[in-house]
């Protein structure tokens, strides 16, 4: 890898890993050529940081606040990461959702400088060679996606980039995975967003999306490559369809290091909002029932890990799925339906259909509702409140982003109950008050389970990430929220500390991993300290 001395002056200046800008001391500024580069005076990291906070205070709307961080990102990388860690709770929102929403539908409009890596299907048997071009040689994490379900907005082809690049941003804000080992990359396979097809101004392949086993082998031939060139690397996938992330995961999970936030990071923060909930209902897992609006592989993702949590507790699998149901467009997912994938099989109940939601909730009685169907306001006034008379502490959550996709408003949710639901969405929202009591709802973001989840994987050198890792991941999450927490209905730790959070829960996973001797390395006598000591802290070196 390159050092400071390698470059000198304008090159210096211009790399983000090495540059620090105002920050260069005079001494610096002589040895490197910086002298007339540079303004004068000598600023810390401390006061970059601020003048960066008051150039983002002072910009109208979330969208020129992201540009502005990822310009930063691009020319200063330690600052960027400096400034995040500063204050997550209040800029995780603008590097991620619900911006990066937003940040992607207008992808090709406001591209400036290109981050990571774009692998065209039209470069097919030469995947390696493109992967080769990378410089970091020694890659641990990759986060990819085709661009085809990009949260709920749907194809928006190689615009999803932004999804990586804020998901790695994450990984190293929330938990300080070092930037220099982390990759993104979009599979591009076409769109068929008939909007983007249209635009000159589209950066992606202008073809209709590939499909079928033309499809898979340029998967299988990406993933091949990075196992050759990155033998150590963890592929993420992110914001594939259901018909592709489901068989994707289902072919890679026991072969390499891999794992589908989508499918599993969803469904470990969901869990971890369920215990979050538990401790505040004062019930057992064992004697829940949810009833899940969508029926995709985040739904079944989730189920799925609730229901193995329940085997845990001792339930056999096929009770556990029982109490997991599932509807869709279609309504309630039943065996009856004709209709069904593999994967929404071994959740469909042996009943009668039914085609309006809140009859569900009236019929199969669940003790929570969970939204991932990416249509806002399907929680509405009667679902609510038939949740509430069913439940003295109905669990509401309406976890689709972004923001505009919700099933359902915090404030809608407190009030339609008179205060008494557990609620957790998938963006945030802001304190309700009721009657002079006032509710923090939580934000049941993945961000407390995919960065800490990297930490873990990346100081062990894990060779596969398992289920269970998931359910270690959602307890420890849960363990950390405090009664004070609890007692304004918030079941996840505040965001503000979410640094703090993914080191425990990294500890937590990392100890898992050594126990079922998963890891690379040799177990250390503190696993703790050896999860600490491998964290990345944004500070300039000499």
């Known amino acids: 890898m390159l050092n400071r001395t390698d470059l000198s002056g304008y090159e210096l200046l211009h790399n983000a890993r090495l540059n620090k800008g105002t920050a260069f001391t005079i001494a610096e500024r002589q040895t490197h050529g910086l002298e007339g580069l540079l303004p004068p ?49 209040k800029l995780m929102p603008l590097v991620y959702t619900p911006t990066v929403g937003e940040a992607c539908q207008k992808f090709d409009h406001i591209f400036h400088a290109a981050r990571g ?52 941003a994450l990984y190293t804000a929330c938990a300080g995975v070092p930037p220099q ?65 489901v068989p994707i995961l289902e072919r890679y999970r026991d072969k390499i290091c891999t794992y589908n936030d989508d499918i599993q990071g969803t469904a470990a923060v969901a869990l971890a909002g369920i215990f979050g909930a538990l401790r505040i209902s004062g019930q057992k897992l064992t004697t829940q029932r949810f009833l899940f609006l969508g029926a995709g592989s985040a739904a079944t993702g989730i189920a799925e890990l609730i229901s193995q949590a ?15 149901a599932l509807f869709d467009v279609k309504g309630l997912v039943v065996k009856s339906r004709t209709d069904l994938a593999d994967f929404q099989k071994p959740f469909a109940l042996d009943t009668a259909p039914v085609s309006a939601f809140v009859e569900a909730v009236k019929q199969l009685k669940p003790t929570g509702i969970i939204g991932v169907s990416a249509v806002p306001k399907l929680f509405n006034r009667p679902v609510v409140e038939a949740m509430a008379q069913l439940n003295q502490r109905p669990i509401i959550f309406p976890y689709s982003n972004p923001t505009s996709r919700s099933e359902c408003t915090a404030d809608e949710a407190y ?50 990430v398992t289920e269970e890792m998931f359910i270690v991941a959602a307890k420890a999450i849960a363990e950390q929220v405090t009664q004070q927490s609890l007692d304004v209905g918030l079941i996840y730790p505040p965001q503000s500390k979410i640094f703090e959070a993914s080191l425990h829960v990294a500890t937590r996973v990392a100890e898992y991993i050594f126990d079922k001797n998963l890891a690379r390395v040799k177990r250390p006598n503190d696993v703790g300290a050896h999860v600490r000591s491998c964290v990345y802290q944004p500070v300039y070196g000499s």
């Not at 329940?310 to 997991?324: H, P, Y």
């Not at 802001?430 to 973001?445: A, Y």
């Open 181 to 245: 080992f982390n990759l993104p990359i979009t599979l591009d396979v076409g769109t068929n967003n008939h909007n983007l097809l249209e635009d000159p101004l589209y950066l992606g392949l202008s073809r209709n999306r590939v499909r079928g086993d033309e499809y898979y082998a340029f998967v299988d031939e990406f993933v091949e490559a990075v196992q050759t060139l990155y033998p150590k690397c963890c592929l993420q996938w992110e914001d594939f369809a259901n018909f592709n992330a």
């Open 117 to 168: 890596l774009y692998l065209p299907i039209t470069a097919r048997g030469r995947v390696k060679e493109l992967l080769s071009n990378w410089p970091q040689k020694d890659v641990r994490f990759i986060v990819v996606t085709d661009g085809e379900r990009i949260l709920g907005l749907g194809d928006l082809g190689i615009g999803g980039m932004g999804i990586p690049i804020g998901k790695l």
């Open 41 to 89: 005076s000598v600023g810390s990291i401390e006061l970059q940081i601020a003048r960066t906070h008051t150039q983002l205070e002072s910009l109208d709307n979330d969208l020129q606040k992201y540009l502005l961080l990822s310009d930063l990102q691009s020319r200063n990388e330690t600052l960027f990461y400096a400034v995040l860690m500063s204050d997550p709770a």
């Open 415 to 464: 009030r339609w109950t008179d205060g008494r639901a557990i609620f957790a969405s998938g963006s945030p929202f802001p304190p309700v008050t009721i009657d002079g009591r006032t509710f923090v709802p939580g934000q049941g973001n993945n961000v407390y389970v995919f960065p800490a989840m990297g930490l873990a994987v990346f100081a062990t050198e894990a060779t596969r």
């Open 310 to 324: 329940m085997v845990l507790e001792g339930m056999s699998i096929t009770e556990a799925r029982a109490r997991n």
